[in-house]
């Protein structure tokens, strides 16, 4: 139970942080990524916050050995780049920079936002299942056949 209310209590105050600091709104959104026109800074603000609490909570959890209510520390490890995690990369940043919005402020967003949000949060499952069906090994099997038809 602690940890459903901790997981109720961080969902809840990651919400009301994207909504104070207007990342619900698509317009700042993109004001902030508008860098040779009309650039809007204040979102760097956030993003500074961010990465500063993140880093915080990682080394006070490092520190202590475990988290406070997980049995243990799940740090991913994987330090290499391959063509799926570019690619998701990629269609992600075009998204948000087509429309200003991410998975977390579209999910706010659909408690007050206009019906623009339902779409693109339809459109992020119908590629979040879309993503399911492309195997996990396609480029390398698409790799090896280049370099087996080069042998042959």
Do not use: Y
């Not at 994207?18 to 990342?23: D, E, F, K, N, Y």
């Not at 619900?24 to 760097?44: C, E, Q, R, T």
Request: net charge neutral; aromatic share 8%.
């Amino acid at each position: 139970m602690p940890l459903l209310l901790s997981a109720f209590a961080s969902g809840l105050l990651f919400g009301l942080g994207l909504i104070v600091s207007q990342m619900v709104n698509p317009a700042k959104v993109l004001g902030f990524l508008d860098i040779f026109g009309h650039w809007d800074p204040s979102l760097a603000l956030v993003m500074g916050v961010a990465v500063a609490m993140s880093a915080l909570g990682t080394l006070v959890a490092r520190r202590r050995g475990m988290p406070v209510l997980a049995p243990c520390l799940e740090i991913p490890t994987r330090r290499d780049l391959d063509p799926r995690l570019i690619g998701g990369a990629a269609l992600f940043g075009i998204g948000w920079g087509l429309v200003g919005l991410c998975p977390g402020p579209a999910l706010v967003g659909l408690t007050f936002g206009p019906w623009e949000v339902l779409v693109f949060v339809a459109a992020m499952i119908v590629g979040m299942a879309i993503f399911r069906l492309v195997p996990a090994d396609w480029p390398q099997v698409s790799f090896r056949r280049e370099a087996s038809q080069m042998d042959g």
